[in-house]
């Protein structure tokens, strides 16, 4: 569901064409898919593993003349990007939450809107603090006694000492103000997993029945962006749009 519902916001709010950047794209997943709808691409990705793998996929795919750049680099620095720059910036798959100090995360939201030019929409996705708090309710119970736990329930930062790698978990109003606080405007909020979150087999087993599955979907895009299936989601999308105010300046 993650995927599709991606795609799904991502028509709805991208511009027609123009030029996009996939920041902390991975092997590059979204990035193929736009460069197949004709948007010219940029993919940034902070592991060379992973780019390695995105232009192997890019070769095969043969939209590599789509694929402007394949890149190394970080979400907190953007600086090989000038201001103004990309017609829609996306930052998919929850590299925010890996972002683990506060400074840097504010650092990395300024750069995503400074180089998206004004007008242009911006894509984020995070991973969300209640469905996490779920998870060890559900399947880790003897977790809520750990030293880590109430950190992680409170303040949304997650230390890695038990077998998922270090981030940040966020609330949903957590992330739409530390967008706003750069002058961002918050068009919407999206659970993208909704109310299938944590219920990945049975999604996955409806597709069977195409009956089935075609209510499901239904179901989930008129309820996915309903402020409480948005805040239990396991990923939360903010999307936003860049105006003339979105200046910030990077410290």
């Known amino acids: 569901m993650e995927f599709e519902t991606t795609l799904h916001f ?6 027609r064409k ?17 460069a197949k709808h004709g948007f010219e691409v940029v993919l940034l990705d902070i592991t060379q ?3 390695e793998f995105a232009r192997r996929q890019i070769k095969r795919s043969k939209v590599k003349g789509k694929v402007g750049q394949v890149v190394e680099g970080s979400i907190v620095d953007l600086s090989q990007f000038s201001d103004n720059t990309f017609d829609a910036v996306l930052c998919l798959g929850g590299p925010l939450s890996h972002v683990l100090d506060q ?6 939201i300024k750069e995503l809107i400074r180089v998206a030019k004004q007008g242009a929409p911006i894509f984020v996705s995070v991973m969300g603090r209640l469905s996490i708090l779920i998870v060890e309710l559900a399947l880790f119970p003897d977790e809520l006694e750990k030293s880590f736990f109430i ?4 303040g949304g930062d997650y230390d890695g000492r038990s077998g998922f790698t270090a981030c940040h978990f966020f609330l ?3 992330l739409v103000n530390a967008f706003k606080s750069q002058g961002l405007s918050v068009l919407e909020m999206v659970g993208l997993e909704g109310l299938g979150s944590h219920y990945g087999r049975k999604i996955n087993a409806l597709a069977k029945n195409k009956k089935r599955w075609r209510i499901w979907q239904e179901t989930h895009y008129q309820t996915c962006t309903h402020p ?7 990923l939360i999308l903010l999307i936003g749009k860049k105006s003339a105010a979105s200046q910030p300046i990077l410290e």
Do not use: F, T, W
Request: aromatic share 2%; net charge negative.
């Open 151 to 154: 950190p992680m329930r409170d």
């Open 49 to 51: 593993a992973n780019l």
């Open 172 to 174: 949903p109003e957590e």
């Open 18 to 34: 123009g030029r996009v950047l996939d920041a902390g794209g991975g092997p590059g997943r979204y990035a193929l898919e736009l």
């Open 103 to 108: 400074h840097d995360r504010e650092l990395a």
């Open 228 to 234: 409480a299936v948005v805040g239990i989601s396991e």
């Open 10 to 15: 991502l028509k709805k709010h991208l511009p």
